[in-house]
């Protein structure tokens, strides 16, 4: 894992305080952590916490000028050893299905050849809904590796499925994917 660079995608889930925890264990690790949020997920966890955990700025308008002449979701897209979503919201999930790229995230998505990971969170009706279950299946069509969700309580209140599975079997799913040292 040390050297290799983690596109970290957080999305609007209220699960996206958990990005934290995961971007300390892969620095800790020593991946190079480059964190993308989408503009519903700054409303549940300020940026300049990822970024002084990453100890890189976190990009989250896809016009923001980089100080460099490549188009700044083409440079994430193109360095990343791996594009993982954590959180993914049923949204965001469906924009990649289907090939919609509203944000620097979804952007980044289309732009990539990298491995893509995602780990959903959300309410588990959301979850159940067949357009989300036939959207998941288009990812694992196309090849990218897709964390279960946890049982448990939910945000919401309802009990049940949706819940962002521990960041430490996430971290481990992510180690495998990228070769441990």
């Known amino acids: 894992m040390k050297g ?3 596109v970290l995608g957080v999305t609007g889930s209220i699960a996206a305080y ?5 971007t300390s264990l892969l620095v800790a690790a020593g991946v190079d952590v480059r964190v993308v949020m989408t503009e ?3 409303k549940i966890v300020a940026p300049i916490t990822l970024q002084t955990l990453s100890r890189h700025p976190v990009a989250v308008d896809l016009w923001e000028e980089n100080g460099n002449w490549e188009p700044g979701h083409i440079e994430l897209a193109d360095s990343a050893d791996l594009l993982a979503v954590v959180p993914a ?20 998505y289309l732009a990539t050849r ?10 588990g ?17 196309r090849g990218h590796l897709l964390h279960e969700t946890a049982e448990g309580m939910l945000a919401c209140g309802y009990e049940g499925k ?10 481990e799913r992510m180690k495998s994917l990228l070769g441990s040292d």
Request: aromatic share 4%; net charge positive.
């Open 89 to 108: 919201t049923a949204n965001t999930i469906a924009l990649f299905a289907h090939g919609m790229a509203p944000n620097l995230l979804t952007n980044i």
């Open 18 to 22: 958990r990005a934290a925890d995961l």
């Open 125 to 141: 009706k959301m979850l159940a809904h067949p357009a989300t279950q036939a959207n998941l299946r288009i990812l694992e069509n």
């Open 4 to 6: 290799q660079r983690v």
């Open 40 to 42: 519903a997920a700054t």
């Open 162 to 171: 949706g819940k962002l599975a521990p960041v430490e079997s996430i971290f």
């Open 114 to 123: 990298a491995k893509v990971f995602i780990a959903p969170a959300m309410n």
